[in-house]
């Protein structure tokens, strides 16, 4: 039985990974920000019989001594914690650099010193920037348009250099915009969403035109574990993406058709980013996926969507649809 460290458990994405691995048969250890609430995140919503197979370590990703006591003794290190939000790296970057560029920094040093048998570094669709070509594959260019872009760039980096420099067994993965069940309304989907069900009818968005390649959490779950999984993943960067776009304005007319006709769009200049900064259009290619790993697609976007307001719907009271989150 595979004992494996999730880093940033608590979080969305993590908070899925970890009940998957649960229900698969891994040993995992949770590594959760640390508050003087004893609280943990989305994990203190998981069913019983998954929280009690967990083991939780709370601490900080930026302080390498509790991010070396959480790597010992496990075989495989999963990733994910890190600061996600664009706009608010706009207002805070340092915080961003020492999250996500050092504290990539403490886990890579932690893994060489006790030998990991495979790392995983959660990188992002948004190093790529606006495509210059597409679907966007792992040649594409980096463009560092945003300060939450660029550390992730630095951060991705820094683990090809521990892949080049000790031969430690990192893979680079990068999902296109996850979204599902758990997610803040920081994102564009729960953003909607929300103020559909909340019953309001101006729909208050940025920027309608963007293109996003959207992935409903269960698939990009997936393929966090068939790249730890495979054998041939080691030093390799790569996408988990659907390979199909939607424009913004699009997916928000069709979330209203779902939920209330009668809402109308609203672009409101605070939502927008700066000119330079908004990636205008990403769509990723899933092949090297595919042709490294057993990883297929389970859930169309429609689907994604449903299972999503379902869950949203029984968890309104978890958002503020009052004001813009970032």
Request: proline residues 4%; negative net charge; aromatic residues 8%.
């Amino acid at each position: 039985m595979k004992k494996v460290l999730v880093t940033g458990a608590d979080g969305f994405i993590g908070s899925h990974l970890t009940e998957e691995l649960i229900r698969r048969g891994y040993q995992v250890r949770a590594f959760v920000y640390y508050n003087s609430f004893g609280t943990f995140g989305w994990l203190d919503t998981l069913p019983e019989h998954i929280k009690n197979e967990i083991e939780i370590q709370s601490g900080d990703i930026r302080d390498p001594n509790g991010v070396r006591t959480a790597v010992a003794g496990v075989d495989s290190i999963f990733h994910l914690a890190a600061l996600i939000a664009i706009p608010y790296s706009y207002v805070s970057p340092d915080s961003y650099v020492d999250t996500n560029v050092k504290g990539t920094l403490n886990i890579l040093q932690a893994a060489r010193a006790l030998e990991t048998g495979k790392v995983l570094i959660t990188s992002t669709s948004e190093v790529y920037g606006s495509a210059d070509y597409v679907p966007i594959d792992e040649s594409h260019p980096f463009k560092a348009q945003s300060p939450y872009s660029a550390t992730k760039i630095g951060a991705d980096r820094l683990a090809e250099s521990f892949y080049r420099s000790f031969s430690l067994p990192v893979a680079i993965v990068r999902p296109f915009n996850t979204y599902g069940p758990r997610q803040s309304a920081r994102a564009v989907i729960p953003t909607i969403i929300s103020q559909l069900l909340a019953g309001k009818e101006d729909i208050h968005l940025g920027s309608l035109t963007p293109t996003r390649d959207f992935n409903y959490v269960k698939d990009t779950v997936n393929g966090f574990i068939e790249i730890e999984a495979s054998e041939h993943t080691a030093g390799e960067e790569i996408n988990i993406a659907s390979q199909t776009e939607i424009s913004i304005g699009e997916l928000a007319l069709e979330l209203i058709k779902q939920i209330n006709p009668k809402a109308e769009i609203i672009c409101e200049n605070q939502r927008l980013r700066p000119e330079k900064s908004e990636v205008t259009r990403l769509l990723g290619s899933n092949e090297k996926l595919k042709a490294l790993t057993s990883w297929k697609q389970q859930y169309t976007l429609s689907q994604g969507l449903k299972e999503t307001i379902l869950w949203m719907e029984n968890n309104l009271d978890r958002y503020r649809t009052d004001r813009y989150n970032i």
